[in-house]
C-alpha cells in the first residue's frame, strides 16, 4: 500500500498548547502539512490576527493543507452557516478572508459544513439557500484552483445537520452541484463510521468524489486503533480505489497528542 502524507488538524491535536504554538508542536512530531478549523472567533478578523497565522506557519516550515470556513460558534454546538438565509452576509465575509489566506499561505482546500436546520425557514429554502452558497465559494475558489468540500457529520452530535453519509453529498454532486466541479466529498471516517456507514465499501464506492479524508476512531473519536472502526482496511481500499490525496489526523487524543502518534506508521507518513 502506497504510504500517502499525512496532515495534523491543530485544531483538535496540540491542544495542550496555545493555537499558535500548534504549527512547530506538529513540525516536530514529523508533520510538513497541518490543517484547520475557522481560526478566528468570527467571520472577520483583523490583520494583525491574519499575520500572526501565517508568522506561525512560516515559522514551523508546514504547509497549511486544509481550512474551514467560518462554521459559526463551534463550541456552543454550531456547525456551519451555509443553509442560513439570515448569516449568508456572514460567509461572505470569511470567503473574503479566506482568500486572502490562501493567497498567503498556498492552501487549496477548504471544508464548508452545511450548517444545522432552523424550523424558522422551510428544508427546501434551506437546501436552495446552501446551494447557493456553495456555488458562490466554488467559483472563487476556481480562480485559485481552490476547491471546496462538502462533509456528512455524525448523527446526536451536531444537531440538525442534514448531510450523515457519502450518499447525500452525492447526490448534490451530482444533482445541483454539477456545474461547479471543484466541490468534493469529504471523507471523514469518524463520522460515517458513527453513523453505520460500511466504510470499506463507501471507500471503493465513493472514491471518485473523495477531496479528502479525515481520519478519527469511534466510540469516542480518539486516535485509531482507539475504536472500532476498520480504519486501516479502509485506508487500503481508498489507495486501491486510487486516492492519492492528503489523509488528516483529525482526532482528539487519549493522551498526550505526541504518545497517540504510533498509528501513523501503518496508514501513512508524516513527512
Known sequence: MPSLPLSANISILFTELPYLDRPA?????????????????GPAASTEQVDALVAA?????????????????MPAGERGVACRPDRQHELAASTELLVRIASRTGCRA???????LDDRWSVAEQRDTAIRAVRTAATVLAEIDGIVLLEP?????????PLVDGDDVVE????????????????????????????????????????????????????????????????????????????AAEYQPTGPTEQSLGWTDRFGRRS
Open 25 to 41: 508542536a506538529a513540525r516536530a512530531a514529523g508533520f510538513e502539512h497541518v490543517e484547520t478549523w475557522w481560526p478566528f472567533a
Open 57 to 73: 506557519l512560516e515559522r514551523a516550515d508546514v504547509s497549511l493543507s486544509g481550512l474551514n470556513f467560518f462554521a459559526g460558534d
Open 110 to 116: 477548504f471544508n464548508l459544513l452545511y450548517g444545522q
Open 153 to 161: 457529520l455524525a448523527r446526536g452530535l451536531n444537531g440538525a445537520y
Open 172 to 247: 448534490l454532486l451530482e444533482g445541483p452541484l454539477r456545474s461547479a466541479p471543484n466541490v468534493r466529498l469529504l471523507f471523514d471516517v469518524f463520522h460515517l463510521g458513527s453513523n453505520g456507514v460500511d466504510l470499506v465499501s463507501a471507500a471503493e464506492r465513493l472514491a471518485p468524489w473523495i477531496g479528502h479524508v479525515q481520519l478519527a476512531d469511534s466510540p469516542g473519536r480518539g486516535e485509531p486503533g482507539s475504536g472500532g472502526l476498520p480504519i486501516e482496511e479502509t485506508v487500503k481500499a481508498l489507495v486501491a480505489a486510487g486516492y492519492r490525496g492528503l489523509i
